[in-house]
Structure formats: C-alpha cells, structure tokens
C-alpha cells in the first residue's frame, strides 16, 4: 500500500486494509470510481469521481478493477506526490 504524505500533513492512499489509517487521525473516505458491469455484460471502470475518464469496456471485472488501480496509482495518487 502506497502512502502520499502532503507538504500540509494529509496523508492520501488507494484504500485497502493492508494498514489501519485511523493512526494518522481522523480519517475521509470517498469513492475514487465506480466499477460497474455494462449491458452486454462488459465493464467499466468510471474515473468521474477524480476528473478522470470511464476506463473500459473490459471482458472481466478484474480487468477493470486492475485498470482503475492503475489509473489511481499513476494519476491521482502521483499528482498529491511531492515533487
């Protein structure tokens, strides 16, 4: 798990378990996407949440989940990076 921490403090991550975020303090979840099966039984990986674009049509909802991660990781997680 890959944590940001900000010039003010913030601490921001791609949400998982693998650490309990509650020792950094108060703690603010939101929805980065929406991966979602389309009518023809495809998916989509829908970035909207973060200003970002719908990923997708993927065969598998793997496929998506493992594209939105990518996308997190590169794009809204690598833009609160230090530079």
Do not use: K, Q
């Amino acid at each position: 798990m890959e944590l940001v921490i900000t010039a003010n403090g913030d601490v921001r991550c791609i949400y998982a378990e693998a650490v309990p975020l509650t020792v950094f303090g108060h703690v603010d979840i939101a929805r980065g996407s929406h991966v979602e099966p389309t009518s023809d039984g495809r998916w989509t990986a829908d970035l909207s949440p973060v200003d970002g674009p719908v990923l997708g049509p993927f065969a598998c909802r793997s496929e998506a989940l493992s594209a939105e991660h990518d996308w997190l990781t590169h794009h809204w997680l690598a833009a609160a990076a230090p530079s």
